[in-house]
């Protein structure tokens, strides 16, 4: 199975901060990956398919990069409605696997 | 509008069995993939298996975790996906969302604890 190593596993950020969340693969996945935002008690939520697409509806502060093993999620400037877990997801190959998550709260 | 239902979680003793259904709608559903993901209480997401289309082949692929236990299929006149789950243990407690392939579409998902 490929192996997705988030980090970090949580963040403290300030309103209007930069975030960036880094996700690494265990194989080449190539451009296969989709980053989800889960705030608590709610379903998971689609940001970014495709390493940097941005899903219909999603904030344009939210970014995605990366190829091959290495990705990131940035958030260019974080707002309270962006306090949640984030969770990337390889759709390369299967059993997909997602990574253990990286929850962002308030500094 | 929630395109996806889950339904039929529950409590049941270790070892037995509980079959989740997902009703869809808003979609071609006789064309989508299928895929059911879980987390469990506190826990990250996991991916527990898909099913392809009817066309593709209705094959079903299934995480480590669940394989040659848990059951994936469709009925395409009912619009609906299972998840068939036997000899179920205390760790696939968990609350399961079906979705599509693509894993856009989310659900409520439905809570399975098993326990004695």
């Known amino acids: 199975d490929i192996q997705m190593t988030q980090s970090p596993s949580s963040l403290s950020a300030s309103v209007g901060d930069r975030v960036t969340i880094t996700c690494r693969a265990s194989?080449?996945?190539?451009?296969?990956l989709n980053w989800f935002q889960q705030k608590s008690g709610r379903a998971p939520k689609l940001l970014i398919y495709a390493a940097s697409s941005l899903q219909s509806g999603v904030s344009s502060r939210f970014s995605g990069s990366g190829s091959g093993t290495d990705f990131t999620l940035s958030i260019s400037s974080l707002q309270p409605e962006d306090f949640a877990t984030y969770y990337c997801?390889?759709?390369?190959?299967?059993?997909?696997?997602f990574g253990l998550g990286t929850k962002v709260d308030i500094k | 509008e929630v395109p996806l239902v889950e339904s039929g979680g529950g409590l049941v003793h270790p070892g037995g069995s509980l079959r989740l259904s997902c009703a869809a709608s808003g979609f071609t559903f006789s064309t989508a993939w299928m895929s059911w993901v879980r987390q469990a209480p506190g826990k990250g997401l996991e991916w527990v298996g898909r099913?392809?289309?009817?066309?593709?082949?209705?094959?079903?692929d299934y995480g480590a975790p669940v394989k040659g236990r848990f059951t994936i299929s469709r009925d395409d006149s009912k619009n609906t996906v299972y998840l068939q789950m036997s000899s179920l243990k205390s760790e696939d407690t968990a609350l399961y969302y079906c979705?599509?392939?693509?894993?856009?579409?989310w659900g409520r998902g439905t809570l399975v604890i098993v326990s004695s």
């Open positions: 099913i392809k289309s009817r066309n593709d082949g209705e094959t079903t």
């Open positions: 194989h080449n996945i190539n451009r296969r």
């Open positions: 979705n599509t392939e693509d894993l856009r579409n």
């Open positions: 997801q390889q759709s390369d190959t299967v059993p997909w696997t």
